[in-house]
């Protein structure tokens, strides 16, 4: 396929979401099935760092992860024009930020919130969670649950899409996204 689907975004569909949802799975998918360019941030943030997100949480903190997060956001949007039109698959907590909010309304880009319950969400991290900083603790499921319900209300007011990923898999959900915009 190539990259000119009729009714598409302007050039830039963002995949939001918590951990487990499939953002990085999903969003390959999609760029591949649209014919368009897919930037994972947090892989882009890694490759940057040198080291892991796991890594850059223990060695500087989140913060300093949610300023790097902001930056390759704005990055990856901003290059539309010239490096073509681009998916987009961002960490569970970017879209928290403000900054970072703009910067994804200021390239009109489709925001697509891949939702799925906690208790899907948990059960695909649990295998992977030391991979995951924010709930490598004693208690992963209380703290998925408690983020969740800090970062749904953001997720509903900056997505412009919803899909339910709780039973479809990621071929499925790529195939649903690309038929949005035909």
Do not use: H
Request: charged letters at 30%.
């Amino acid at each position: 396929m190539g990259s000119a689907v009729p009714d598409a975004p302007r050039g830039a569909v963002v995949l939001i979401g918590m951990m487990g949802a499939g953002k990085t799975t999903v969003g390959s998918r999609l760029a591949r099935r649209l014919g368009w360019r897919y930037v994972d941030n947090d892989l882009a943030i890694e490759a940057d760092a040198g080291m892991s997100v796991a890594n850059i949480f223990a060695t500087f903190g989140e913060e300093d992860f949610r300023r790097r997060e902001a930056a390759f956001i704005r990055d990856a949007l901003a290059g539309v024009g010239e490096r073509g039109p681009v998916v987009l698959s961002v960490g569970g907590g970017a879209v928290l930020r403000p900054e970072t909010q703009e910067a994804v309304r200021d390239a009109g880009a489709e925001v697509v919130w891949l939702r799925a319950p906690v208790d899907v969400l948990v059960e695909r991290v649990a295998r992977r969670r030391q991979e995951r900083p924010l709930i490598a603790g004693d208690d992963p499921e209380a703290t998925m649950r408690r983020i969740y319900a800090e970062r749904e209300p953001v997720y509903e007011a900056v997505s412009t899409r919803v899909v339910d990923v709780s039973t479809a898999g990621p071929d499925d959900i790529a195939r649903a996204i690309e038929e949005w915009f035909r």
